[in-house]
């Protein structure tokens, strides 16, 4: 089994890791030649995956295509060359717009009833605000009052695209789910006695 991991940051060094475990041939794809997870595969090749006719020279072979980065334009380039070439691809487009935008991912949270912190209210400090579409941690902020507020956004309010919730202390934790439609792992975890992991 050949895979191609685009991307060689920390989700490329993860996909890199587990392929190795997995026994598979690896190609790194990256615009940038020093990235981590290139001491990891077994070739790497520079190029930005908008590039088709590059990328599809460097498919051939591939059995699956595994995206490890968040670029909305890379992801789409990516996406059409993979279906034009019909080569398996680990992405879900509908699924990546849902998890990746904080507000649409916070109305599905709503609707199913599940727990959320509290949107943002004038008088309720401290809060935490994030850009609704960027990675992760980029860009978040715990906010301590009105005047800290005030001189990061102005006195216009929150930007649009932006989102304000209750700051909620504590650790933060994170799960990996990998799946098909009907059958879902998280790959990671000890397994309890009961079988959940933990």
Same mark, same amino acid.
């Given at each position: 089994m050949q895979v191609a991991i685009v991307g060689g940051k920390l989700q490329g060094i993860e996909a890199a890791y587990l392929a190795k475990k997995a026994g598979w041939q690896t190609l790194l794809i990256d615009s940038n030649p020093c990235v981590p997870a290139s001491g990891l595969c077994d070739r790497t090749v520079q190029f930005d995956v908008r590039n088709n006719e590059e990328l599809l020279l460097q498919l051939e072979g591939v059995d699956l295509i595994i995206p490890a980065m968040e670029d909305q334009e890379s992801l789409a380039a990516l996406k059409r060359t993979a279906d034009r070439c019909k080569k398996a691809i680990a992405f879900d487009p509908s699924a990546y717009a849902l998890s990746?935008?904080?507000?649409?991912? =916070?109305? $599905?949270? %709503?609707?199913?009833?599940?727990?959320?912190?509290?949107?943002?209210?004038a008088d309720a400090y401290p809060i935490v605000v994030k850009p609704d579409g960027k990675s992760g941690s980029a860009g978040v902020a715990v906010i301590t009052n009105a005047h800290a507020f005030e001189k990061r956004?102005?006195? =216009?309010? $929150?930007? %649009?695209?932006?989102?304000?919730?209750?700051?909620?202390?504590?650790?933060?934790?994170?799960?990996?789910?990998i799946g098909i439609p009907g059958q879902y792992i998280t790959p990671s975890g000890d397994r309890s006695a009961n079988g959940r992991d933990v």
């Open positions: 990746s935008s904080k507000a649409r991912s =916070n109305k $599905l949270f %709503k609707k199913m009833g599940l727990s959320a912190p509290a949107p943002f209210s956004f102005g006195g =216009n309010g $929150l930007p %649009k695209g932006w989102i304000a919730q209750s700051y909620v202390s504590g650790p933060s934790y994170s799960i990996e789910v």
